[in-house]
């Protein structure tokens, strides 16, 4: 269990980031995202981090630049779920993750890629 | 990070196992399921296994337990992106999960649960 699963819905892929990202983790993740958006043409990318109670500089930035990989791939990403107290520590350490957008909940996060105003 | 989240696509949920299960936590998973199922009206529950490279008696036994769970609460379960290994494993462990369907990928087994025949 040395990855984290992508899962493909329609023209988007799901990330459910549930454990403790380790640098090597957080790598192969990428490596295998940006691989997976020009195998399956994804049009977006939705990075689930409900799970996640805390979140240190390290994560922080994986993400940022994991969304920016994906731009320059033409997938746009949506951060889905993070709890409050996550949003506090990103904005206190700086990385108010610019370019990213984020959504209540993946069903939202769908709608905003899919570009329905059902919100 | 001591629980399994459940993401609801829909009237479906979802659920990514991508840790090793223990007892705890498989209990935790149950619980925050059925009450999932009953407080967003779930129609179907999607459990995605791809990230299982082995599985044990005791995972075999709750996925199997989790279903019947969500059956007598009116929501049909597919398991999604099983390993061969896997398979081989369980059936040889005398689980071969009667009454869980079973599907390729997120996709095939939303479409299962939707009724579209676009397998």
């Known amino acids: 269990m040395e990855r984290i699963p992508i899962l493909r819905m329609g023209k988007f892929l799901l990330v ?4 403790d990202m380790h640098d ?3 790598m192969t993740l990428q490596d295998d995202l940006t691989s997976r958006i020009v195998k399956d043409r994804a049009k977006g ?8 109670d805390v979140v240190d500089s390290f994560i922080g930035r994986m993400i940022g630049e994991t969304a920016a990989m994906a731009r320059v791939l033409d997938a746009e990403t949506v951060v889905v779920g993070m709890q409050p107290s996550v ?4 904005v206190e350490l700086g990385l108010a993750l610019p370019g990213v957008r984020t959504a209540l909940n993946v069903e939202k996060g769908m709608a905003l890629l899919t ?3 059902t919100l």
């Open 16 to 19: 459910t980031i549930q454990v």
């Open 115 to 117: 570009g329905a105003d």
């Open 87 to 90: 949003a506090i520590t990103l």
């Open 24 to 26: 090597r983790l957080a």
């Open 45 to 52: 990318v939705l990075i689930d981090i409900s799970s996640l």
